[in-house]
């Protein structure tokens, strides 16, 4: 007997005794984006960020990142006054940008 006709003979005599098969339910979670504000017993409260959201906070962290760096090469004379006016303009505008 092929294995075919095995698997079919094992699944008429599963569905003949009641038996069910589990399924995967066709809600998909959602990622949650976001702050957790509160939890008490069962509710959970979460203040919602979006993708852009995410990305802003991300490119201002790098700007601030650059911007001390920056001045501390600066600090221990590795970079001219005129190299960190020039590099603190870009930092500028990226950071009118976000």
Request: aromatic share 6%; with cysteine; proline share 1%.
């Amino acid at each position: 007997m092929s294995i075919h006709c095995k698997l079919g003979a094992l699944f008429v005599a599963a569905a003949s005794l009641g038996v069910s098969f589990a399924q995967a339910a066709d809600i998909k979670p959602e990622r949650i984006r976001g702050d957790v504000v509160s939890f008490k017993g069962e509710i959970l409260t979460v203040h919602r960020n979006s993708g852009a959201d995410d990305a802003r906070h991300l490119r201002d962290a790098a700007v601030k990142a650059e911007r001390q760096e920056l001045i501390r090469l600066w600090r221990e004379n590795q970079i001219s006054d005129e190299v960190l006016h020039h590099i603190e303009e870009d930092l500028d505008y990226q950071e009118s940008r976000i």
